[in-house]
């Protein structure tokens, strides 16, 4: 913390000196121990070093669609080894518990019946039959009765099941008999392919299909009960696959129709793996549109951590629908439509609210959407008439006031005498005097906030238009290749400026977040130092950008503006350290209740 | 899937015209397989008793998938029924089943009317009085089982009448004043 504070104190004099280039090691003299990756200014266009973690980074692992898919057969076969059962019937237990092991394992130990039918596995049996199902030898009977059928009655594919070993046939006899009539859809021609789960409810495949791809993608269901009047089982995996996916050999359909049912087994496998990301604390979906990914963060996985941290992570994928990393050099050229998937994994916030925990950051944004503070302006701009109570605002004129409304005389200054207005004497009047003091109060009180929120709304701005400050910089970046010796390469230094000045702004607006709510002392006033330093070395940088480029210019520009990258890298590099070591030593005070914080101290304000 | 949805509206119609359940009654709009009109009975010993209350049963493509939208055109005072005549009730919403057919949906609204929830009420008025008031839920459901023995072909004019005027009280009022001439 002192060493922090040292450097704020010597800014002034980096910021007189133009040639601050030696800027980058007299910082690292004062405080050399977070500076590891600071050495050259090449570094910087790689993405940053993970080797190290800064105190305000969060350990965090992207995983894409299939890394998932892969942890979850793992936890499958975890309970296949230990129940014996198909790889189907684990996952339909995982997925009734929530892909809680051990309460599974817990629960499948003291009464196997009872979890098999509440996840929809198996029908309740007759209590009679039930009784000997301890032994070992009724788990593997229980296993074959269990395993999906695919009943090929009149087409006689049945076969296309690739796992079920010859089921029992009790259910085809009755059928052979009487020709098969969907009771769905009512069909009955021969060509129909009746399908049903253990319990032996049969449906034609065509209704099956329909109605699983309804669920699937209307309803973002991944549970398929049986179509039967409250029959509770669960279609299995294997099952919804046959219906969506045509095995090998069979019938060539509408290919239309093939793509869509694919594209309906995509998203059914996606559902999975939302459920199960949702069931799993250490995960997070990603919430950027069309992006699969998931990141694992066990670090931010209990809420009282977030007190301490705020695990902003980045899932990897860039871009919209962007799917796995891209290289560097396209990273370089995707511009801010390219910009990482960062998202807070402790809370809703789908944009890196660093420095400011989730709890405070939600409170401020709260605040901003509420209306609490419309209140507050009509408060502190108008006065209700002493007799009739209308809602005055004084836009102008004297301090005679006539009601429109009862046309009461009163004096706006103290409320009280009417026709009397010039000759405003009972100054200090209680009851005058009250209305004066609160009606202060609460200006003060609004003026205070406007003063955090015009500061937080003009970063929130600026970071909106630097989509425009892009376009204009990589306009700069052609021309400077045009008139220069540069090459593309040494150009970049503008984008990577432009990136710092992006990022910098968004830590910037979440500050004045945390300066809100932060308590007055001298941590406080800490704080707000670090602000100032990183904001004003931003409008520096700013400012830079915004320059006219003359071609015998470029060389200083090229020098100025990377210093100032630099060193406006390392300035929120330092606010955001700072504060996060704050969090962690629970060094910052709040002036309001803030979930999971000490109560703030009583001030007198 | 239009063929599935028509061939299994027929057989619905043709369940429900051989073997009817008691109490209710229902048959497609001679031009429209996809509307249907259906009478449900008051169930007796409820304050429903003797009441005729008609229903519009909207179907489109995705039946039995989806389950059709069912409004009540007799204006009907009871928990689980908005004012517009819609109703809530789960097997026509997240417990839908394709298996269930017209017979079913019309037994399953038929006792709704004998066992409200007045839980999740669409009707605030109705379920206060259900829990609070039973005799004034049961006078003010008499009013409507009254309402309900109008020519279904006025009422059902009236209340499009009302819905396309958005004027519903003065249609109430003059229904109110026939009412007489209907006993």
């Known amino acids: 913390m002192s060493s922090d504070y040292e450097i704020s104190d010597d800014d002034e004099n980096y910021y007189v000196d133009d040639e601050d280039s030696d800027m980058i090691d007299g910082t690292q003299d004062e405080d050399d121990e977070d500076d590891i990756d600071m050495d050259t200014f090449g570094d910087d266009f790689k993405v940053s070093p993970k080797s190290k973690r800064k105190s305000y980074e969060i350990d965090h692992q992207s995983l894409s669609q299939t890394a998932v898919e892969e942890l979850m057969q793992s936890d499958i076969e975890h309970i296949c080894g230990i129940f014996g059962v198909e790889a189907s019937t684990a996952a339909l237990l995982l997925r009734h518990l929530s892909w809680n092991k051990e309460r599974l394992i817990e629960k499948y130990m003291d009464n196997p019946t009872k979890v098999l039918v509440s996840a929809g596995v198996t029908v309740e049996e007759p209590p009679a039959q039930s009784a000997p199902i301890r032994s070992s030898s009724s788990t593997t009977s229980k296993r074959t009765t269990r395993s999906t059928k695919l009943l090929g009655l009149a087409s006689g594919s049945g076969s296309k099941s690739p796992k079920a070993p010859s089921p029992p046939l009790k259910a085809l006899k009755p059928s052979k008999s009487l020709p098969f009539i969907c009771p769905i859809c009512y069909d009955d021609s021969a060509d129909l392919r009746p399908l049903a789960l253990d319990c032996e409810h049969q449906f034609c495949s065509g209704c099956w299909t329909a109605y699983a791809s309804s669920k699937i993608n209307d309803e973002a269901e991944h549970t398929i009960r049986c179509m039967a009047e409250s029959c509770a089982l669960i279609a299995p995996d294997i099952f919804v696959n046959n219906l969506l996916v045509p095995g090998p050999g069979a019938p060539i359909g509408d290919p239309a129709e093939e793509a869509e049912n694919a594209a309906t087994w995509a998203r059914f496998q996606e559902l999975l793996v939302r459920h199960f990301v949702a069931s799993n604390p250490n995960l997070k979906y990603c919430p950027y549109p069309s992006c699969t990914n998931t990141v694992s963060c066990p670090g931010a996985a209990s809420k009282s951590s977030l007190i301490t941290v705020v695990p902003t992570v980045s899932c990897g994928a860039r871009g919209i629908g962007g799917t796995g990393q891209m290289s560097q050099s396209q990273q370089l050229g995707a511009g801010l439509a390219g910009k990482e998937h960062k998202f807070c994994f402790g809370c809703a916030i789908e944009s890196d609210h660093r420095p400011v925990v989730c709890a405070v950051a939600k409170m401020w944004l709260k605040k901003c959407r509420d209306d609490s503070e419309t209140a507050n302006w009509i408060k502190s701009n108008t006065k209700e008439c002493p007799q009739c109570q209308s809602t005055i605002e004084k836009n102008g004129g004297c301090n005679h006031m006539t009601c429109k409304k009862c046309k009461n005389d009163f004096c706006w200054v103290c409320m009280e005498h009417g026709t009397a207005w010039y000759s405003c004497n009972r100054y200090d009047e209680k009851s005058g005097a009250d209305a004066r003091d609160s009606q202060s109060k609460s200006r003060a009180s609004l003026e205070r906030y406007l003063h955090y929120y015009n500061r937080w709304a003009n970063h929130e701005q600026s970071a909106k238009l630097s989509v425009e400050l892009y376009a204009k910089t990589e306009k700069k970046m052609e021309d400077m290749q045009v008139t220069s010796a540069l090459t593309w390469i040494e150009v970049q230094f503008m984008k990577k400026a432009v990136e710092e000045v992006d990022k910098c702004r968004t830590t910037l607006k979440w500050t004045y977040a945390m300066a809100y709510y932060l308590a007055k002392g001298n941590e406080k006033e800490l704080f707000e130092d670090n602000q100032r330093d990183l904001e004003k070395a931003v409008e520096d940088l700013s400012e830079l950008l915004e320059s006219p480029i003359e071609p015998e210019n470029i060389p200083t520009l090229r020098q100025k503006v990377t210093d100032k990258t630099v060193y406006v890298q390392k300035r929120n590099e330092i606010m955001l350290e700072d504060t996060a070591t704050g969090f962690s030593d629970s060094r910052w005070k709040w002036n309001i209740d803030v979930d999971g914080f000490d109560a703030p101290e009583k001030l007198e304000n | ?183």
């Open chain 2, 1 to 183: 899937m239009s063929t599935n949805c028509k061939r299994r509206l027929i057989r619905d119609f043709k369940r429900l015209s051989t073997d009817p359940p008691g109490g209710i009654s229902g048959s497609p709009c001679p031009d429209n397989i996809m509307l249907w009109n259906a009478v449900i009975f008051g169930p007796a010993d409820t304050p429903f008793e003797d009441g005729t209350f008609k229903l519009l049963l909207t179907f489109d493509d995705s039946y039995p998938n989806k389950p059709p939208t069912v409004k009540f055109l007799s204006r009907m005072f009871h928990p689980n029924v908005y004012a517009n005549g819609e109703l809530c009730l789960d097997i026509l919403q997240n417990r839908w089943s394709p298996t269930y057919d017209v017979a079913a949906i019309l037994t399953s609204i038929q006792s709704l009317l004998h066992d409200p929830n007045p839980n999740s009420p669409a009707n605030a008025e109705a379920a206060q009085l259900y829990r609070e008031n039973m005799k004034e839920y049961v006078r003010r459901v008499k009013a409507t089982v009254e309402e309900s023995w109008l020519d279904p072909e006025d009422n059902i004019e009236e209340d499009e009448v009302a819905e396309a005027e958005g004027d519903g009280e003065a249609e109430m009022g003059q229904r109110m004043d026939e009412t007489p001439n209907a006993h």
